[in-house]
């Protein structure tokens, strides 16, 4: 493939990922009634708070979607500390049912999704308390209006801006956006925060493709040096590859959330970019079952697509669940069979698909308990026919003669209580 100039892609990913005029204007009329009629039910309620909007809308970092969310934050005042400000939101939303349909979603504080009737975004309403230090936030939530200044006093250059969306383009096709425990990765806001501190897209990008594990970067060197860091950070929050110390709260790691596999992976992206930079690492990807399907016959290997649904709450909850179960799953699977390849996908849902390459052990080795154990060693040997000893262990060795479709069926028919604890209540062999 020909390789194409870099400021010329830059430029044209940009036009492609910059929203359209017409998507901003709708999304702000929309947000000004909104914002109007949620003030007018705070002051007839006499509930003491004060609206903002958030998140990359409110930051001009938003970049183009099907379907945009928008962050809209009231805040509480202190007054209201120790109250439930979600039941004080749901009431200050109470006159607004006709701008769209409203539903309660629960997480570490209840909040409020408001999906507009032929629209292509829905809004967020998020309760949070209004504080005058990070370190008196009593959610994570609370932060929220001290990143948007923090981010809209530092980025204030169109090509400052412009080289943000050009990162979370970027991260985005490569499956590393979002801080989601189904994702683990870089959060919209340390997205900002680490183009800034690099000084633009294609020196972050360099600077990923070499980055080494546990990496320290301060950027308003609120520490001295690394030992002062380990002395106030709370460890849990250090287990993170990159530690990036969040610029309004010294306490927090801004990307607590990133794994060393969501790392690994986007580093890979980061050196093929530079190394042969094309349109197509802006792209997000689809799957192609059909190739890794034909690819895996011609292997000699099986290729099995399921889709699990789960019975929690669509998001983080239902993603989170739904990939610890793949990943529970595949281990499973990798007892009797050698997985070459594997994938998982959630469209945000309750459902998510999931496919294994894989071949078959050909027979497996099991331990059994010690073979001066009589009792035990006896129940080992009539579960198992073909056993034997070996430094005082028994032991069985088992053929694998049944395909991989076959195995899933006797799992699962096996596996009822663990998937319904797992919060998995349906899975199904797609092919």
């Not at 209840?110 to 504080?131: C, G, H, L, S, T």
């Not at 709260?249 to 050196?271: D, G, I, M, P, V």
């Not at 190394?275 to 290729?303: D, Q, Y």
Request: glycine share 4%.
């Amino acid at each position: 493939m020909k390789k194409q100039n870099i400021n010329q892609i830059l430029k044209e990913v940009l036009s492609r990922v910059n929203p359209p005029e017409e998507d901003i204007i709708d999304i702000e009329k929309f947000l000004k009634i909104l914002v109007l009629r949620i003030e007018k039910n705070l002051k007839s309620r006499k509930i003491n708070a004060e609206v903002f909007i958030g998140g990359s809308f409110a930051k001009k970092t938003l970049i183009k979607k099907g379907l945009y969310d928008i962050d809209v934050f009231i805040r509480f005042s202190e007054e209201n500390k120790g109250k439930s400000i979600s039941k004080f939101t749901e009431k200050a939303i109470g006159g607004i049912k006709k701008m769209g349909k409203i539903s309660l979603v629960h997480g570490s504080r209840d909040y409020f999704k408001i999906e507009p009737d032929n629209r292509n975004f829905f809004i967020e309403i998020i309760p949070v308390m209004k504080i005058k230090n990070p370190k008196n936030a009593e959610n994570i939530t609370d932060l929220s209006y001290f990143h948007v200044s923090y981010i809209r006093k530092r980025l204030k250059t169109e090509k400052m801006l412009a080289d943000i969306k050009l990162a979370k383009a970027f991260c985005h096709a490569n499956k590393s956006y979002g801080a989601e425990s189904y994702i683990n990765g870089f959060s919209g806001y340390a997205i900002e925060l680490l183009v800034h501190y690099y000084k633009g897209f294609l020196n972050f990008v360099k600077a990923m493709a070499k980055i080494k594990n546990k990496e320290i970067i301060d950027i308003e060197r609120l520490y001295k040096n690394k030992n002062e860091i380990m002395m106030n950070m709370n460890s849990a929050k250090m287990n993170s590859p990159i530690i990036l110390i969040d610029p309004t709260y010294r306490e927090r790691n801004a990307l607590a959330a990133l794994s060393e596999e969501t790392l690994a992976h986007f580093r890979e992206a980061c050196k093929k970019f530079l190394k042969n930079p094309l349109m197509e690492f802006f792209e997000e990807k689809k799957i192609n079952l059909e190739r890794i399907r034909k690819n895996a016959e011609k292997s000699k290997k099986e290729f099995i697509l399921l889709r699990a649904e789960t019975d929690m709450q669509e998001g983080d909850i239902a993603g989170s669940k739904l990939v610890k179960f793949y990943r529970h799953l595949k281990n499973e699977i990798n007892k009797f069979y050698t997985v070459s390849s594997d994938g998982f996908d959630y469209g945000g849902k309750k459902e998510a698909q999931f496919f294994f390459v894989a071949k078959s052990r050909g027979k497996i080795i099991s331990r059994g308990p010690d073979a001066n154990d009589k009792r035990n060693a006896a129940l080992f040997k009539k579960k198992h026919r073909n056993t034997f000893i070996k430094g005082g262990k028994i032991y069985t060795e088992e053929k694998i003669e049944k395909d991989i479709e076959k195995f899933i069926k006797e799992w699962m028919n096996s596996n009822y209580e663990k998937m319904n604890d797992m919060h998995i209540n349906e899975l199904s062999i797609e092919s």
